[in-house]
Structure formats: structure tokens, C-alpha cells
């Protein structure tokens, strides 16, 4: 690596971990991404809240939305949840037609699901930690913090 060029900053998911669709969805990811790309943090964590902070975003009551942040750029909602699925590979990357739909009918639907998780999947009263073969993927806590419940 030259004296000019940056490390490559893995992806980040951002997830609400107090959501058992949100924890299925990480755990699918995990399951799909061999190659470990993608890096993982809850939003109420306090690594999940530095890292929307450094990128000038901030998180205000339940989170709505997964967020990816990439390459230096936030995605939120169905964007975030279409370049995921482009990221794990075939058959998966397959899902990007759907990116021909409008963004406002992607994210509407995106937006009734969210609003309905916690009824249809239900709530986690503590987020699960990662056993230590996976801990390596999710961002580690920043010294004397805790997740928040």
C-alpha cells in the first residue's frame, strides 16, 4: 500500500437491536457474506451512535431503518437494504431489479414493514451477543460504554 492511499473501510450495518426481524436479518447476512464484508453494530449502541455521528446523522426515538454506511455514504431503508443484497453476491445480488422501481414505492413499503416489526416478529428485551467467532464483525464498544437497553 503506498504512503497516499487510504485502508479500505469495511461496510457497516446498522441495525435496531431490539428487533428480532432486524437480529434474523443480521444473522442472514452473517450467513451469506463469507467473505466477511460487511461489519455490524445495533443503532442504540454506543459504537452505532458514534459512527451515525461521524457521518452527521443522529438517531431521535426507535430506529425506522437499517443503515449501511459505505464508502464514506449513508443509505437508509430500501436503498440500504438493496446494496446489502448486492453485496452478499448470486442469487442474492438478483434482487437489484428491484432498484427499477421508484424509491418512494421501495421505501412506502419498506416503511409499513418497519412500522409493524416489532407486532409481526416481536421485541428483544436484551440484544444477544455474538459468540466469539462472530464477535470480530460487529464494532466494538468504545472503552467504559455499554449498549444501551
Known amino acids: 500500500m503506498s ?3 487510504t485502508p479500505q473501510v469495511p461496510p457497516v450495518v446498522l ?3 431490539d428487533c428480532n426481524l432486524c ?4 444473522q442472514f447476512v452473517i450467513a451469506r457474506d463469507p467473505g466477511a464484508r460487511f461489519r455490524f453494530a445495533s443503532l ?3 459504537a452505532g451512535r458514534d459512527l451515525l455521528a461521524a457521518h ?3 438517531l431521535q426515538g426507535a430506529p425506522e431503518s437499517v443503515v449501511l454506511i459505505e464508502g464514506g455514504a449513508v443509505h437508509e431503508r430500501s436503498g440500504a437494504a438493496l446494496r446489502i443484497l448486492s453485496g452478499l453476491g448470486l442469487p442474492w445480488s438478483l434482487a437489484g431489479v428491484l432498484w ?3 424509491r418512494p414505492v421501495r421505501d412506502a413499503l ?6 409493524n416489526r416489532y407486532r409481526w416478529f416481536g421485541r428483544r428485551t436484551q440484544c444477544l451477543a455474538p459468540s466469539s ?3 470480530a464483525r460487529f464494532l466494538p464498544e468504545p472503552p467504559g460504554e455499554h449498549p444501551s437497553p
Do not use: E, K, M, N
Open 100 to 102: 427499477l422501481v421508484p
Open 110 to 115: 419498506y416503511r409499513w414493514v418497519a412500522r
Open 15 to 17: 441495525f435496531d437491536g
Open 56 to 58: 452527521g446523522r443522529r
Open 23 to 26: 437480529d434474523a436479518t443480521v
Open 3 to 5: 504512503a497516499t492511499s
Open 44 to 46: 442504540q449502541s454506543a
Open 133 to 135: 467467532a462472530l464477535r
